[in-house]
């Protein structure tokens, strides 16, 4: 029997997700925007329904990049495989952790409490030089109580 793990990282440094955010969004406003200029361009009568368009989906982008871009700083820790989030304002949440993206010395990882919305929370190496290893270690481990491979029993002779 393994003695209980107690695990746990401040996770406060997310300039790699903010710039991933930016870029993206970023990329999404110059594609609708080149999409009005050409369509406007070729369309002449329709260039106001074309701008309208091309200004809600910017402002669209806008607040999703920022939206995404909030991310609140906390302690994420892992106890006998029980997993959760303690952000700095107090709130509180504990579920099953998954990977969603591994880029090496980045991790995009999604608590999913049982009853509330699903946490994401991005995770960078920077910052975490010292806990990197272990991180990874934590998050890719099979759960304690998950039972081992199956070993072939002897067989009793008849």
């Known amino acids: 029997m393994r003695d209980s793990s107690v695990f ?9 997700w903010r710039s991933a ?4 969004a970023l990329a999404a406003i110059a594609t609708s925007l080149a999409w009005a200029f050409a369509t406007a361009a070729s369309n002449a009568e329709h260039s106001i329904v074309v701008a309208s368009i091309a200004a809600a989906l910017t402002a669209a982008t806008i607040a999703t990049a920022v939206s995404l871009a909030r991310v609140p700083a906390g302690v994420l820790s892992c106890r006998d495989d029980a997993w959760s989030f303690v952000a700095d304002g107090g709130a509180s949440r504990t579920g099953r952790l998954r990977v969603a993206i591994d880029c090496g010395p980045f991790l995009l990882l999604r608590l999913e409490p049982s009853s509330h919305r699903s946490v994401w929370l991005p995770v960078q190496r920077r910052g975490l030089e010292h806990d990197w290893h272990a991180l990874r270690c934590a998050v890719y481990s099979p759960p304690r109580n998950a039972a081992g491979p199956a070993t072939a029993s002897p067989s009793s002779p008849e």
């Open 8 to 16: 746990a990282v401040r996770l406060h440094r997310f300039e790699v």
């Open 21 to 24: 955010v930016a870029v993206v």
